[in-house]
C-alpha cells in the first residue's frame, strides 16, 4: 500500500532531551515536506527537502532539524526540545514540485508533548 | 503569508449546499484542497493550476480566479461524510522551489 509513514504516533518527553521522528514513503516521492499543526493556526510548514541531500527551510524552522540521505526518508531531529514545542507534526510526501498537478500524501500524524 | 480562509466554521443540515473560500495577497500559480477529519490526516481532494480552470469529482468541485487571486471549494448536496477541516493551500509559483502554504482551515459541520 503507497503511503507515508511515521513514527512514534505519540511522544511525551521532557524538555532538553533530544529526539527524532521518523517518516519514510514507500512511493518514490522526491519531494517531502514537515509540517506542524496547532489550533488556529493551520498547517505550518517546517522544513522540506527537494530531493536527496537538498533541504531548505520552511516557515517555522527554528529548533529543528532534518536530513535526506535516502529518498524514501525524511526524519526530524529535535536537539533540545522545548515546551513551545508540543504541537501535532506531519510529515508529507509529493511526486515532484513545480509545473505538477500532484498533491501531497500525509502521514498519520505524531503528537508531541514537551513537557 | 498564509492564504485567508472563510468562512472559519459553517454548519449545514445533510443535503445543503457549501461554499469555502480561499484569498491571498500574493499572485498565484497553483491552490490546493484538503480535508481533514478530527484525528487524521489531512485527506488530498484536488489541484488547481494558474489558468483558472475549474475542476470537480463527486459533488466536490473548485475554480481558481487567478485574477483575483482567489480560490472557492464548492460542494453541492452536502453529505455527513463531509464534515470535516478543510484547507487550502498555495503555491507562487511553478519553478519547484516554493512553499506550499495552508490556510488556518474551514470547519465544516454537516447534521442530519
Known amino acids: 500500500e503507497a503511503q507515508v509513514t511515521q513514527n512514534p504516533r505519540y511522544l511525551i518527553t521532557v524538555t532538553g532531551k533530544k529526539l527524532t521522528v521518523t517518516c519514510s514513503q514507500n512511493?518514490?516521492?522526491?519531494?517531502m515536506s514537515w509540517y506542524r499543526q496547532d489550533p488556529g493556526l493551520g498547517l505550518r510548514q517546517i522544513y522540506y527537502?527537494?530531493?536527496?541531500?537538498?533541504?531548505d527551510k520552511g516557515d517555522v524552522p527554528e529548533g529543528y532539524k532534518v536530513s535526506r540521505k535516502e529518498k524514501r526518508n525524511f526524519p526530524l531531529i529535535l536537539e533540545s526540545p522545548s515546551p513551545n514545542q508540543t504541537s501535532l507534526y506531519f510529515c508529507?510526501?509529493?511526486?515532484?514540485?513545480?509545473?505538477?498537478?500532484?498533491?501531497?500524501?500525509f502521514g498519520s500524524g505524531t503528537r508531541l508533548t514537551v513537557v | 503569508q498564509q492564504p485567508v480562509q472563510s468562512p472559519q466554521a459553517v454548519i449545514l443540515r445533510e443535503g445543503e449546499d457549501a461554499v469555502i473560500n480561499c484569498s491571498s495577497s500574493?499572485?498565484?500559480?497553483?491552490v490546493h484542497w484538503y480535508r481533514q477529519k478530527h484525528g487524521e490526516a489531512p485527506i488530498f481532494l484536488m489541484i488547481?493550476?494558474?489558468?483558472?480552470e475549474q475542476k470537480g469529482h463527486d459533488k466536490i468541485s473548485a475554480s481558481f480566479n487567478e485574477k483575483k487571486q482567489q480560490s472557492s471549494l464548492y460542494l453541492t448536496a452536502s453529505q455527513l461524510s463531509y464534515s470535516g477541516t478543510y484547507f487550502c493551500?498555495?503555491?507562487?509559483?511553478?519553478?519547484?522551489?516554493?512553499?506550499?502554504?495552508f490556510g488556518t482551515g474551514t470547519r465544516l459541520t454537516i447534521i442530519p
Open positions: 527537502s527537494m530531493n536527496v541531500e537538498v533541504t
Open positions: 488547481l493550476l494558474k489558468g483558472g
Open positions: 508529507a510526501s509529493s511526486l515532484s514540485r513545480g509545473s505538477s498537478n500532484y498533491g501531497y500524501t
Open positions: 493551500g498555495t503555491e507562487k509559483s511553478n519553478f519547484g522551489n516554493e512553499k506550499l502554504t
Open positions: 500574493k499572485a498565484l500559480y497553483s
Open positions: 512511493m518514490n516521492h522526491e519531494y
